[in-house]
């Protein structure tokens, strides 16, 4: 929601009738509209556009007047990620139609999947992503280990990362690049960050990155099948994550750019087949190879505090 010019997301979170000063509201319907203790009304907010005010909401921090970190970055990166985005759409437009379809065939609801992500120096933007998931919302937010609510066509597009794809329209919009941080949900940015973790948000978010790489096949397999997902994500998993990020940033180079791409493709090609071909082998012993891919990611990520939790994953999540 944008109010002359100034983000103000933080207002997504409530309801407002707005009435003009000679228009204040009388009917009954109003009324009872309005002392449901839900509402704020107001009759004499000026909301005239105006482009002097250029605030960034930053998470828990709130407006400011400048974003307190310098924009991040190296000559020709923007142009790299339109070019390999424009030649990514070229080359995967028949996987687009293909996906869309199988989607739609497998279960009612959207093909495009639209999450509230935190960009750059703060900006919020609808991350698209092809759904994975069925309808039912009930549960955690949060997606864990056999989550029932992914589909079998999602589970593939997921361990392949072709649900994905559609963040290319994300990266033409200037709202993502093709290697960055890994982007999160705008309200775990507003609870959870602290001024030098939003840090993070001083270059855009990636499609893929150091994160998405060493905790591959996902960050799902991380959490212990006993510890509450949303939890144990942001108590144990979000700080070394960031930790990552803001490593990411202090040496970003157009070569190191270059090897995270490089790895992201060995994984999907190659790790991918490995993950999906075990699976396929025995597909009664799912949740026990899920356990395993739990302990083998947090074994071999470089993430210190993760291996130690993975030693006792209940103790973790108490």
Request: aromatic share 12%; charged share 20%; proline share 8%.
């Amino acid at each position: 929601m944008v109010f002359g010019g100034v983000y103000a997301p933080s207002l997504l979170a409530g309801k407002f009738l707005l009435c003009p000063a000679s228009s204040r509201p009388g009917t009954r319907k109003s009324k009872n509209f309005l002392n449901d203790g839900k509402v704020l009304t107001r009759t004499n907010m000026n909301l005239q556009p105006t482009t002097a005010a250029k605030a960034t909401y930053l998470g828990n921090q709130g407006p400011v007047d400048d974003f307190p970190f310098p924009v991040r970055g190296y000559p020709g990166k923007r142009a790299l990620d339109i070019f390999l985005s424009l030649l990514a759409l070229l080359l995967t437009l028949p996987l687009f139609v293909l996906t869309a379809l199988l989607i739609w065939l497998s279960s009612p609801g959207p093909i495009f999947y639209r999450g509230l992500r935190a960009g750059l120096r703060g900006k919020p933007f609808w991350q698209l992503k092809f759904r994975t998931m069925t309808l039912r919302h009930s549960g955690n937010p949060f997606t864990s280990q056999g989550d029932p609510r992914v589909t079998p066509i999602g589970r593939v597009l997921r361990l392949f990362r072709i649900d994905e794809l559609p963040q290319i329209i994300n990266i033409l919009k200037g709202e993502m690049s093709w290697v960055g941080p890994r982007p999160e949900d705008y309200d775990i940015v507003v609870r959870c960050y602290s001024t030098d973790q939003l840090r993070v948000l001083s270059v855009r978010p990636g499609l893929t990155g150091t994160v998405q790489v060493k905790s591959f096949p996902g960050l799902e397999y991380m959490i212990p099948p006993e510890a509450d997902p949303q939890r144990y994500y942001e108590e144990v998993l979000l700080p070394q994550r960031l930790e990552e990020d803001l490593r990411y940033i202090e040496n970003m180079s157009f070569w190191g750019d270059l090897k995270i791409l490089f790895a992201t493709i060995y994984c999907v090609f190659v790790k991918s087949w490995s993950v999906l071909l075990k699976t396929k082998r025995d597909p009664g012993r799912q949740k026990r190879n899920e356990n395993e891919f739990y302990l083998s990611a947090t074994s071999t990520s470089q993430f210190p505090q993760q291996r130690e939790s993975a030693k006792s994953p209940t103790k973790a999540a108490a």
